[in-house]
């Protein structure tokens, strides 16, 4: 056996111990997660992922492939979040609620903490048909949008574990929520008109309250919605005054809740 053959058997067993190593690695993320639900403990817990990266970056000062290395610590993580994703919800998480009700924000924080894929379904919309949504409303009218909204849902029932941002009108066709539930679990968020008017005021794209940026006109608007938006909601949540952490511990806690209800 030369000196390369030597090598590359030594590479092998180095590939066999990583591949050991990662399967119980991942077998204990799965029990960690069952520990957390069996004792109580909160689900997200981001500190531990801060903790990681000063001990990698403790163990790697001066350390040659130290950029590679982080990489691979970087994948091997996003894998973790990924099966913790799986093992929480083998269903879709929808979004629902009025615009600036914090649903894009919700998605971006779940997408960090469980590197779940983010359909934001108002940017899919503008983004196929080359345009704005106001440019769309003003093109084709609502009704195309409205079409483009349910024919987006219906695709997306052969996804599984992805959070689906809806636009605020998008559970107001009753058709349209009938598709959420397919494969989804429905979650509405809600805030207060004056925290929605805070967060809205300097958007340019949303082309039912461009004109009327007002308090009262938002309020008004919410009324009319709320109906339908609680018979849609397979849970409900305040987010005033709330953390993204706050928010998406008591969305995980209420799932569940519910997931264990149905078994």
Request: proline fraction near 2%; glycine fraction near 4%; include cysteine.
């Amino acid at each position: 056996m030369n000196q390369l053959e030597v090598l590359r058997e030594s590479l092998g067993q180095c590939d066999e111990i990583i591949l050991d190593a990662l399967l119980m690695r991942n077998r204990i993320v799965e029990d960690i997660m069952v520990y957390k639900e069996a004792n109580n403990v909160p689900i997200l817990q981001p500190g531990q992922e801060a903790k990681q990266k000063e001990w990698l970056e403790r163990r790697m000062q001066e350390k040659r492939h130290k950029n590679e290395v982080a990489d691979v610590f970087e994948s091997i993580t996003r894998n973790s979040k990924k099966i913790q994703a799986r093992k929480l919800f083998n269903y879709n998480i929808v979004l629902i609620g009025f615009m600036g009700a914090g649903k894009s924000t919700i998605s971006d924080y779940l997408k960090t903490v469980f590197a779940m894929d983010i359909i934001e379904m108002d940017q899919i919309i503008a983004e196929r048909a080359g345009m704005s949504i106001s440019d769309i409303f003003e093109t084709y009218g609502e009704q195309y949008f409205r079409d483009c909204e349910t024919n987006l849902l219906i695709e997306m029932q052969s996804r599984t574990n992805v959070v689906i941002s809806c636009g605020g009108g998008t559970p107001m066709r009753e058709c349209n929520v009938v598709e959420m539930k397919k494969n989804g679990r429905v979650v509405l968020l809600t805030a207060k008109p004056e925290t929605i008017l805070d967060r809205v005021k300097d958007s340019h794209d949303r082309p039912l309250i461009e004109n009327n940026k007002t308090v009262p006109f938002i309020a008004d608007l919410m009324s009319k919605r709320r109906e339908k938006y609680e018979a849609a909601a397979d849970i409900i949540i305040e987010t005033d005054g709330k953390s993204e952490l706050e928010i998406c511990e008591e969305l995980i806690h209420s799932l569940r809740q519910m997931d264990a209800k149905a078994e």
